[in-house]
């Protein structure tokens, strides 16, 4: 189940898995004029931020990493935004993961 494109990407976020370890995610921050910045999102942590409330997501998201939380706002982003492109990236990751199932038992009957 390699599928070497983004789950998510728009023109300032962009979530994809990470090579080695397809449970973590990388999450860059992409401003015009600015160094692209790069974080780890960690296993099952995708998840988490995708399922949880609008009104604690901005918590959630500054205790797993401030800095990016941080980073994200002065580049004018906002914790809206951020759970907007991690549900997505979440919501084509599981789209992705029962496709690869379907297929499975699709050769396994032939």
């Known amino acids: 189940m390699a599928d070497e494109r983004p789950l ?6 962009k979530i994809e898995p990470m090579p080695n370890s397809p449970d973590d995610h990388f999450i860059y921050f ?3 004029g600015q160094e692209p910045s ?3 999102i960690l296993r099952g942590c995708l998840r988490e931020f995708a399922t949880t409330s609008r009104d604690n997501i901005g918590m959630k998201m500054k205790t797993l990493n401030e800095l990016m939380v941080t980073d994200a706002a002065n580049r004018g982003l906002s914790i809206d935004s951020l759970g907007f492109a991690i549900a997505q990236a979440y919501i084509e ?3 992705r993961i029962q496709d690869f199932a379907n297929s499975r ?3 396994s009957e032939e």
């Open 105 to 107: 038992v699709s050769q």
């Open 8 to 13: 998510y990407e728009d023109p300032n976020i």
């Open 38 to 40: 790069q974080y780890i």
């Open 93 to 95: 990751e599981e789209r």
């Open 30 to 32: 992409i401003s015009k």
